[in-house]
C-alpha cells in the first residue's frame, strides 16, 4: 500500500490558525483560498472574511494576531488599514489575511479576481 503525506505546509497551518482566529471574533464568510496552484498569485493562501462594522473588523484583526502569535510566536510582516477598519490586510508572507466590513468586501471581490484559487468555507462555530 503506497504511503500518502498527510503534511500540511505552513502557510496551510497559518490560514487555519487564522481562521479560527476570526471564527472567535464572530468574523462572518470565512473563506481559505488556496493559491499555490496560481503561477502568478503573490501569496499560498488568502483568508477572506467579513466584519459588521469597523470596530468588529478591527477585533477580528486582533483575533487573528492573538491566535497565531499565541501558536507560533509569529507576528504579521506588515498589517495594513488597521486605523481605518474599513479592510485590514494582515501579510505573514505565504498567507494573507483580508478582514473587510461587508460592502468593501462586495466591491473588491476578491475571490473573483482571484477564482482560479481553491475556495473553501471554514465551517465557523456560529450559529
Not at 18 to 47: E, Y
Not at 81 to 87: Q, S
Amino acid at each position: 500500500m503506497p504511503k500518502t503525506n498527510n503534511k500540511i505546509s505552513e502557510s496551510e497551518v497559518l490560514a487555519r490558525l487564522a481562521a479560527q482566529g476570526i471564527d472567535n471574533k464572530k468574523g462572518l464568510d470565512i473563506r481559505l483560498l488556496d493559491l499555490r496552484g496560481v503561477t502568478s498569485a503573490p501569496t499560498d493562501f488568502f483568508v477572506i472574511c467579513s466584519g459588521n462594522v469597523p470596530s468588529h473588523v478591527s477585533a477580528i484583526s486582533d483575533g487573528v494576531f492573538e491566535t497565531i502569535k499565541k501558536a507560533t510566536g509569529y507576528n504579521p510582516h506588515k498589517v495594513e488599514g488597521y486605523d481605518n477598519a474599513e479592510w485590514i490586510l494582515m501579510d505573514y508572507f505565504d498567507m494573507v489575511v483580508h478582514i473587510f466590513l461587508k460592502d468593501k468586501r462586495e466591491h473588491y471581490r476578491l475571490e473573483e479576481l482571484w477564482a482560479d484559487g481553491v475556495s473553501t468555507p471554514y465551517p465557523t462555530t456560529a450559529s
